[in-house]
């Protein structure tokens, strides 16, 4: 078994918004960083791909804004809500990010996270994409890095710090949750399912990010690149059981039971293959699942979809699990203990995320159930202020 290096300060599993946020971070403040990717990147990602105007201020930040614009995404300036009648409320992207600031960014994964990951390449990160991060390295149950295969390849890579951004999997964090859970009964199955495509031929307006309710679940549908638009939904898995697991069927025989859906998606027709993941949940996991291991994106909280934040809070997570490291890296590297990291990262993570995902965990059940979401449509259309003060919730 190859070695990468004799100990790295930090070694991060997943090249997401998340992964290489922290990685650019950290290498800016004089960090040695390794990161693996498991796939090769440009690839597709399940993602309703909508950038939000804040996430455009931590492209400036990261030194991948220009990149960003030059991307060909589309500019979403208001984002709409549909009940499952056709009833709508719309929430302008002006109302987040700063004055000056453009709207929101409607871009697919495969061009910004090739860009993010070409960044964290330039500012000196060591990267290996097809790379796939197996087992974690432990010793006296401290996490000290990552077994990791390459082409067939086996090899090491030690750390003082391990960081798991591999996304809803949570892969690193489920392997210690394996360990202390061995002999339990095993989990049932999802009860959600998430599907997206490109597709031509959608009718939604050029610049709006529409999103969608009917029962049992949501989507959402926006313009990016090249003329398409991206369709991203969450549905029962019930209702993808009777329609055999096939998405167009779930598409026309469940996303479609929104009046305004039906329009929209009448003559669309996907451009690329679908993508489906089970979903287990939303919100808050465990942000420190073992000494010297930390997460960061989603896998420490998966954030509700159809508040737009998901691609804010990866960015932001990255930034605020790297300035928890940066202030204990010097001690570590002497061997100290991981403690102080730990308290600093759980109180900065707090901080940032606590409120938004308690109203947002408030919000889902009007998300799930079509009539409270019709009603709160109702509701929330009579008054912009109460508009602004309930999207404005789900940022901070």
Known sequence: ??????????????????????????????????????????????????????????????????????????????????????????????????????????????????????????????????????ALLLEERRVRGLRLKRRGQSFEARAHVVIDATGRKGVLARQIERNEAHGRAAKRGSPLVAFKAHLENARGVADHCEIYFYKRGYGGLSHVENGLSNLCFIASARDVRACAGDAQRVMREVVMKNKRAAQTLENARARSSWLAVALEGFGRRRIVPAEGLVCIGDAASFI??????????????????????????????????FAGLERDYRMDYDRAFRARLRVCALMRRAAFVP???????????????????LALSTRC
């Open 371 to 389: 009539r409270m979401a019709e009603t709160l449509i109702f509701a929330l259309s009579a008054s912009r202020r109460a508009r602004r003060a």
């Open 304 to 337: 509700d979809p159809f508040t737009g934040s998901g691609m804010l809070m990866a960015l932001e997570s990255g930034e605020v699990v790297s300035r928890s490291v940066a202030r204990h890296l010097a001690a570590l590297r002497n061997g100290e203990s």
């Open 1 to 134: 078994m190859s070695k990468a290096s004799d100990i790295y300060d930090v070694v991060i599993a997943g090249g997401g918004p998340a992964g290489t946020s922290a990685a650019i971070h950290l290498a800016l403040a004089g960090a040695h960083v390794f990161l693996a990717e498991q796939k090769k990147f440009p690839r597709a990602k399940l993602c309703g791909e909508f950038i939000s105007p804040e996430c455009l201020e931590y492209f400036e930040l990261l030194g991948v804004a220009p990149e960003m614009m030059r991307a060909g995404g589309a500019e979403l300036t208001e984002t709409v809500f549909y009940s499952r009648s056709g009833k709508c409320v719309n929430v302008p992207s002006a109302w987040f990010g700063k004055e000056h600031t453009r709207g929101a960014l409607g871009l697919s994964r495969a061009e910004m996270d090739a860009r993010l990951l070409s960044r964290a390449r330039e500012v000196g990160v060591e990267v290996q994409e097809e790379t796939h991060a197996h």
